[in-house]
């Protein structure tokens, strides 16, 4: 069964510096989308994507934060300069159409020191 | 603000018994769908509900969508020490489908 793949697994980065998140959605979903989770709190919104822009994003998706769509596969999450409070597990998920359900890759951890 | 509340947050079990978890609004959802998510790993989800008063079974978990569209349950009968995880509901809200509303969670372990 096709599944959402993430990578790293696990980034470790300095406070302050430039990280990129990358994933590869399933390759028939057109919708995109890019959630949150620090430990022990709710899974959070960030941002939606759908024909190659940004549909919806939430107030933490702030000017730090940006993604791409760099070719037919990649859908990537930047954060351009890491705080501690960016500490979390960055999920992507991708479904085919609106109102069916979201398809999650298995995160990358992020820990910024 | 829309909210997703789901009861309890813990549960501890032992192997064998019957389990309900909640999940309540004071919203209408087009459709809600519940995940498990094990540590370290991406939600997966386990089923998606549309219809009021739908129920639909999984082996052993049946989730149940109120007749409303605000709540909906997950019964675990006999469970094992494998449905261990965090089970998560998330609703698309009736007037917005491109976000999910995110319930916190309920943390089930199941002891042998």
């Known amino acids: 069964e096709p599944e959402v793949t993430q990578t790293p697994s696990h980034q470790v980065t300095q406070m302050g510096q430039e990280v990129i998140l990358r994933c590869v959605p399933i390759?028939?979903?057109?919708?995109f989308y890019w959630y949150r989770q620090i430990l022990g709190q709710k899974v959070e919104f960030l941002v939606s994507?759908?024909?190659?822009?940004?549909?919806?994003k939430s107030e933490i998706f702030d000017d730090q934060f940006s993604v791409e769509r760099p070719d037919g596969s990649n859908f990537t999450l930047k954060i351009r300069s890491t705080k501690l409070e960016d500490s979390a597990m960055y999920f992507c998920?991708?479904?085919?159409?609106?109102?069916?359900?979201?398809?999650f890759g298995n995160g990358t951890r992020l820990t910024v020191t | 603000t829309q909210l997703l509340e789901q009861s309890p947050q813990f549960l501890s079990i032992q192997e064998g018994e019957n389990l309900t978890v909640y999940c309540n609004s004071s919203?209408?959802?087009?459709?809600l769908q519940w995940y498990r998510q094990e540590p370290g790993e991406g939600p997966v989800l386990l089923v998606t509900?549309?219809?009021g008063g739908e129920v639909k079974k999984l082996k052993r978990l049946t989730f149940q969508f109120g007749d409303a569209r605000k709540d909906s349950s997950l019964h675990i009968t006999a469970a094992q020490p494998g449905d261990t995880g965090l089970y998560l509901c998330?609703?698309?809200?009736?007037?917005?489908?491109?976000?999910?509303?995110w319930g916190l969670g309920t943390s089930l372990a199941v002891n042998p």
């Open positions: 998330a609703g698309l809200h009736a007037g917005n489908n491109r976000k999910l509303i």
């Open positions: 919203s209408v959802f087009s459709s």
């Open positions: 509900v549309v219809t």
């Open positions: 390759s028939n979903h057109l919708y």
């Open positions: 994507f759908y024909n190659n822009e940004i549909s919806e």
């Open positions: 998920a991708s479904r085919p159409g609106t109102g069916s359900p979201l398809h």
